[in-house]
């Protein structure tokens, strides 16, 4: 997979890993959404589910806004 460099290291960026993914299981998807969104923060979920829709895998991302 191809890398950029990020602050001296190397760093696979998200096109490349979901190419990959796809490369590895054509069949599986993959599924994100908004749990909680408003103004300072927002929290999503990723779901991989296989072929027959059976979550594999999940995790969830929460960012909070900064204001310098």
Partial sequence: ???IKIKGK?????NERVIEFRRQHPLWRITTRILEHNE????????IADENGLIISDGYA????SWG
Avoid: C, G, N
Avoid at 10 to 14: A, E, G, S, W
Avoid at 41 to 46: D, E, K, P, R, V
Avoid at 62 to 65: C, L, R, S
């Fill in 40 to 47: 300072s923060s927002i929290l999503m979920i990723a779901e």
């Fill in 10 to 14: 190397d760093y696979v960026t998200v």
């Fill in 1 to 3: 997979m191809k890398t």
């Fill in 62 to 65: 929460y960012e909070k806004q």
